[in-house]
Every structure is written in C-alpha cells, then in structure tokens.
C-alpha cells in the first residue's frame, strides 16, 4: 500500500466513522510508530497477559508446530516489530526448513526496520515486508515456494478486533489463501473472569489510555485535524452479552473538532464517545463455530496451563478441496 492509498483509506474511514451517531474508529489506526512503540510498551505492563501468554505457548509449542507443519516459510499479517514471531523463525530455524519471511503490517516505519534487522538475524533467509491493510491487500503476499508448505500467522488476538460477520468474511478470505499443506496460526484471547479482562485493557501506568488517544494524533498529524487529545478519557470495559472488551475515547465537555484536510467538522456533546476497538474473547465452541463458517477445519488447539489465551493450527475443510 502506497502512502497515497493508506492516507485514502485512513480519510475513508474517518469520514464515515466520525459522521454516525455512534462514532467509531477501526483500531488498525492506532498504529503508526508511536502506536506501535505505545502497544509494545502495553506489552511489559503487569496486567496485560496476552502477549507473554501467546509467547510463552509459542516457546512450548513451536518445535512441536514445525514438526507436524513441516513449515519453511512463515506469512504474518499485523507483524508489527515480530518479536514473537523470532520464537517460531528459530524453530523453523533449528529443523533446517526456514526459507523464507514475509512480514505484513499497516506502517511502513514499522516494516522497514522490523525487515532491515531481520536480515542481519537470520542471513540466508528471504525476509519480505509489505505495508498494507491486511483486510484488503492480501493479494500482495508472494506466491509460495513450490512444494514448501507455508504458515500464515495472525496472532495476537487481533482476529478479535472484527464485527463477527467481518471476521468470519476474513477468515474466508485468509482460507482461500491456504495450499493443501499450509495452515493458519489464529492467537484467540479466551473467556475469563471480568476483572483479569479489564485491567488489561486500562493498565494502572496508563500506557494503554495513551495508546487509545494515540489515535487522535495521528488524526492530527495525517489529516489536518485539531483534536485536543488530553480532553478526551480512555474507557474499556467488558460486554458480556458480545463476551468482547470495547475501547472508547469520552469527550470531557462539549467540543467541535475540525479536520481540515476533510472539510468536516465534527461536534462532541459532554460524555459522547468514539469507540476505537472491540477485542473479542472466545470459548473453544465459538472458535469452532467461526472456523466451520469460513470453511476451515480446527486441528490442534494449544492453550496455557491457566487457560487464558490460546494459539489454533487451522486447514482448509476437506469439503473445500
């Protein structure tokens, strides 16, 4: 994706979120370099478990992964920095198989140095970034190597930011992109107690409150808008009915908010909201469900001794075949 075509999509979405009744914003906009470096640090904060969780499974499992995948090149979509993924790129690594990396993400200056270090680390190895939304510019992954089987990773419980008719659209998607002897690597945040859910989601430091009002600078800096972001309250909390957590940004007072390079000009009452992400959380049935819908087939699910988070091996439905 050029830098033309993400500021187009990044205008698209603003105009038709922040023009509803209920505003809202997709979370991919949330990253851009100081997102991204804002989610790392979210990463080492005490109450945020998934990472470390989704890492740990990974250093238990990823021998065992390579093993029954036979794996030599790896596809991650929102990789990020790729400081999980390295776990897995060693285990492919070790077992001799690893030929190449393609790393996908929204942010150019996240890619560039993730690819540029990359390289250094693993020399031999074909290391390939793309910058582009990972929603509509999956026909820019490369061909894989013929008779190399190919893993395509999208972890971190990112699936769970997507509606659930978007989600199993994507995973659809994602499926038609799966050879005979590839497979999809899902990270699924699971169902748990209430309280553990949302201390992840609004940490004691505040990391993640500056992260969620990151997105309005970067309205700001790539639209020409003048949001005053210290007038706008981080909230998360727990839907029970959806099992998902909802991110928001609560107006502090009444406020009028122009973005210049839309023409728009957008009115906040006192306490009105703009949701900035849904992260939903699943129980082994519901990833069932969603998998079968896309047309997918679940075939090993590797959870942590607690229960809190879980990485899934999925195939093509040997009724699509």
């Given at each position: 994706?050029?830098?033309s ?13 922040l ?31 998934p ?33 999980k ?18 790393a ?5 200056s996240v890619?560039?140095?993730c690819?540029e270090a ?22 820019r992954?490369p ?10 990773a ?5 699936i ?11 995973l ?27 201390a992840?989601?609004d940490d004691?430091a505040?990391v993640?409150?500056e ?14 808008a ?12 727990f ?7 909802e ?10 908010v122009?973005v ?16 900035t992400e849904?992260?939903?959380?699943f ?34 439905s040997?009724?699509?075949?």
């Amino acid at each position: 994706m050029s830098q033309s075509a993400a500021a187009a999509t990044l205008a698209d979405d603003v105009l038709d979120g922040l023009t509803r009744p209920f505003k809202e914003l997709p979370p991919k906009h949330l990253y851009d370099e100081r997102g991204s470096q804002l989610f790392d640090e979210i990463c080492e904060q005490p109450e945020y478990y998934p990472t470390r969780t989704e890492r740990a499974i990974l250093r238990a499992r990823s021998a065992e992964i390579v093993a029954a995948t036979g794996a030599g090149e790896l596809v991650e979509l929102g990789s990020g920095t790729a400081a999980k993924t390295r776990v897995l790129l060693d285990a492919m690594r070790d077992a001799g198989t690893l030929r190449r990396y393609v790393a996908f993400d929204v942010d150019e200056s996240v890619v560039t140095p993730c690819v540029e270090a990359l390289e250094l680390e693993y020399p031999g190895v074909e290391i390939v970034g793309i910058v582009g939304d990972f929603e509509s510019d999956q026909d820019r992954i490369p061909a894989p190597h013929p008779g190399v089987p190919r893993v395509v990773a999208f972890l971190g419980g990112t699936i769970g930011n997507f509606l659930p008719g978007a989600r199993r659209a994507f995973l659809r998607g994602l499926g038609s992109t799966l050879g005979p002897d590839d497979v999809l690597l899902l990270g699924t945040d699971l169902v748990k107690d209430v309280d553990t859910l949302e201390a992840a989601y609004d940490d004691a430091a505040g990391v993640t409150a500056e992260f969620n009002r990151n997105v309005l600078r970067v309205l700001n800096a790539r639209l020409g808008a003048d949001f005053d972001p210290e007038l706008f309250d981080h909230v998360a909390f727990f839907d029970p009915h959806h099992e998902w957590i909802e991110m928001r940004l609560r107006a502090r007072r009444a406020c009028s908010v122009r973005v210049g390079d839309l023409d728009l000009d957008v009115e906040f009452t006192r306490g009105e909201e703009i949701r900035t992400e849904i992260s939903a959380k699943f129980t082994r049935e519901r990833l069932a469900a969603d998998l079968e819908a896309a047309g997918l087939e679940l075939a090993e699910l590797y959870t942590d001794p607690a229960g809190l988070f879980a990485l899934s091996l999925t195939r093509r439905s040997r009724a699509r075949d």
